[in-house]
């Protein structure tokens, strides 16, 4: 689906070194790496925002639709949660779907800043949703949300990658239950410039919880 043939190092990227590896339909991938690595900066340069790494080294990027989750939900201040999603070619009734797919219905004629953190995330996830992704790009999405809004974001993050068996998620994260519950596959990335130190496949909560506790002892 992807091969990242990114070759940070020689470019003189401010962050990211060199980063060859490949990604399948069906990877669901938690990035996890200390804080400040250049996490976000990979998932850019994934989603083409990094004017320093070059559409080649994000090789079949062409041909797959993305959809990226920022750490601020960015949604148009002055447009409604519907408008927001008809700004990215959702029909009315597909609208009408998106927002119960996400727990919203009912919302989609509320401003973003008449919503809660929680659900003006849920509102960006359905604007994510509405160009129907093939890749997934979630930014630390529980920052900042309570532990039950986080729980509740999180268990309607799996049961969509459920529904969308083929569907590519990469979310950056430090949570080892993010892990846990949404990943089939672990990325770490470190060092000065960052690369990927670890690329594992893992099968259940406490292999990711055994891997991720490992990372820790280590950083």
Wanted: charged share 20%; with cysteine; glycine share 10%.
């Amino acid at each position: 689906m992807l091969d990242l043939r990114i070759e940070g190092e020689s470019q003189g990227h401010p962050v990211l070194g060199d980063i060859f590896v490949s990604v399948a339909p069906g990877d669901h991938i938690c990035l996890l790496g200390p804080s400040g690595i250049g996490k976000t900066s990979l998932l850019n340069a994934i989603a083409g925002l990094d004017p320093a790494i070059s559409a080649q080294a994000i090789l079949g990027r062409e041909d797959v639709r993305v959809g990226y989750l920022f750490q601020e939900h960015r949604l148009l201040p002055w447009r409604t949660v519907r408008q927001n999603l008809a700004l990215v070619g959702a029909s009315p009734g597909e609208v009408d779907t998106l927002l119960t797919e996400v727990g919203l219905e009912g919302n989609g004629d509320h401003f973003p800043d008449q919503l809660s953190l929680g659900m003006a995330r849920r509102a960006a996830l359905a604007r994510c949703l509405a160009v129907r992704p093939d890749l997934l790009l979630l930014d630390e999405p529980f920052a900042s949300l309570d532990h039950h809004r986080a729980v509740e974001l999180r268990a309607l993050i799996a049961s969509l990658l459920n529904r969308h068996t083929g569907m590519v998620m990469i979310c950056v994260t430090h949570d080892a239950e993010d892990v846990g519950e949404l990943a089939n596959r672990i990325w770490y990335l470190d060092g000065c410039p960052a690369k990927l130190q670890l690329d594992d496949r893992i099968s259940d909560a406490t292999t990711a919880a055994r891997i991720v506790g490992r990372l820790r002892q280590s950083a």
